[in-house]
């Protein structure tokens, strides 16, 4: 049991680039979600998704897009890369019902440059 | 709007001292509060969750609707115990959690 996968772990990008981070999780949780974390400004809500097709934004959406095509998989693209989006991000998965904490990825760390 | 807000960046005790990392809350109804923990280089997961009232690790958090707070408690802080801690409320829809900004605590040898 695997848990949530993210892929890749560090990232290094050119400002305009692109790229997807990946997550996949075998929970079969129905929620899913991307944080970043900056530092001393704690996780912020990129994207959610309360089941396949159905995504929302989050806090900082800007500049980010996701899709969820499968209960298991939920990608982040980010299209024009921009040093602002230079942090570590975070995918977590969770079940209905609030007793249910957050399953949390590795963390992807990216750069943009 | 469901905020946590945790007061202290960071907090540095020796090894042995009672630790406290406090949070408060900013509810209307019920509140429902975690505590997450990530040590160095780990990701982060869940230390407890004040629905169930257990205790972690010899963490405990108690709420106290009369303060807001849901600050968390160890009687002897050990080195194993030097990491990120996050305060985080749960909002209505899809189970999203709010985020406190974080305390790094360090455990002094």
């Known amino acids: 049991n695997a848990g949530v996968t993210q892929t890749p772990k560090f990232r290094i990008l050119k400002i305009g680039q692109s790229m997807t981070l990946q997550c996949t999780q075998d929970m079969n949780h129905n929620y899913m979600y991307w944080y970043r974390q900056d530092p001393g400004m704690g996780l912020k809500l990129i994207y959610y998704?309360?089941?396949?097709?159905?995504?929302d934004k989050g806090e900082v959406p800007n500049g980010y897009n996701v899709s969820r095509s499968t209960t298991e998989d939920f990608p982040l693209r980010l299209e024009l890369a921009a040093p602002s989006q230079t942090s570590v991000y975070f995918c977590?998965?969770?079940?209905?019902?609030?007793?249910?904490?957050?399953?949390f990825g590795s963390g992807t760390r990216l750069t943009v440059v | 709007a469901q905020r946590v807000t945790q007061p202290e960046k960071l907090l540095s005790v020796f090894k042995g001292a009672p630790v406290e990392l406090k949070c408060n809350y900013s509810y209307s109804g019920s509140p429902e509060l975690f505590w997450y923990v990530q040590y160095s280089r780990q990701r982060l997961q869940l230390l407890l969750r004040h629905i169930s009232r257990e205790s972690i690790k010899g963490f405990t958090a108690d709420l106290n609707k009369g303060e807001t707070s849901f600050h968390l408690k160890k009687p002897f802080a050990q080195e194993e115990d030097s990491a990120m801690y996050y305060c985080?409320?749960?909002?209505?829809?899809?189970?999203?959690?709010?985020f406190g900004t974080g305390t790094s605590l360090t455990v002094i040898p």
């Open positions: 998704s309360v089941g396949a097709g159905i995504t």
């Open positions: 977590a998965s969770s079940s209905p019902g609030r007793d249910y904490g957050y399953t």
């Open positions: 985080a409320s749960i909002r209505n829809t899809g189970n999203q959690f709010y």
